[in-house]
């Protein structure tokens, strides 16, 4: 079983920063992409950064030149540094990877428990 484990968020005022950590732990044979996505308060939840074979990145418009997706693969774990927060991004952040426990299973999509990020004065 794959478990993924979130740390990072918290209360910040805006134009500061947060850095974000997702470490997957269990049985892994491959992990394809990691990314992170958010859900705020009446909204669906949205992409915010991805990052496939560990190099091809995607970011949603709204963090673009704010936010960057990294990894390390050596210790399965995806960070997102948060740079020059806005009130906006105040939502719960989930990790999320595609990954195969062996290499004869099918793919699967595995998620954090989610942590709050909060931009306020």
């Known amino acids: 079983q794959v478990q993924l484990v979130e740390s990072g968020g918290g209360l910040v005022q805006p134009g500061g920063s947060l850095r974000l950590s997702c470490a997957a732990s269990?049985?892994?044979?491959?992990?394809?992409?990691m990314g992170w996505y958010r859900q705020a308060p009446g909204k669906q939840r949205e992409l915010v950064a991805a990052?496939?074979?560990?190099?091809?990145?995607n970011y949603a418009d709204s963090v673009k030149g704010r936010f960057t997706i990294s990894t390390d693969n050596a210790k399965n774990t995806v960070y997102l540094q948060m740079n020059s927060l806005k009130p906006e991004d105040t939502a719960v952040y989930y990790c999320?990877?595609?990954?195969?426990?062996?290499?004869?299973?099918?793919?699967?999509?595995?998620w954090g428990q989610g942590t709050q990020v909060s931009v306020s004065s």
């Open positions: 269990g049985s892994i044979f491959h992990i394809y992409a």
């Open positions: 999320q990877m595609t990954l195969r426990v062996w290499i004869g299973a099918p793919t699967i999509d595995s």
């Open positions: 990052i496939t074979s560990g190099t091809s990145t």
